[in-house]
């Protein structure tokens, strides 16, 4: 949750998860449930851990992203991974 807050939450919220390090007015997807979802990013990428960790690595693959590229170690795309993983 750490990274996640510290590199996501800007933007992002997750219902329940989050607290003052949560946007105050989100400007991209709440990401509650976001593995209980087929697909993301307006449906263009099907859910599976490649292509978030794509995603993550690079969200310009998407036309038109407003999410910046993080420049996420590796390290740091298993470690949100594997927490966006537990919001199913």
Known sequence: ???FAQRCATC???DGSY?????DSP?????THL???DCFAGCMFEQNRNELEA???NPQRKA???MVIAELSEAEIDQLYAY???LE
């Open 84 to 86: 966006l993983e537990t």
């Open 55 to 57: 995603w993550l690595r």
């Open 1 to 3: 949750y750490d990274l």
């Open 19 to 23: 607290d003052e390090v949560a946007a």
């Open 27 to 31: 400007s991209a997807p709440n990401l």
């Open 35 to 37: 593995f209980s979802r």
């Open 12 to 14: 992002h919220v997750v």
């Open 64 to 66: 038109g992203s407003l």
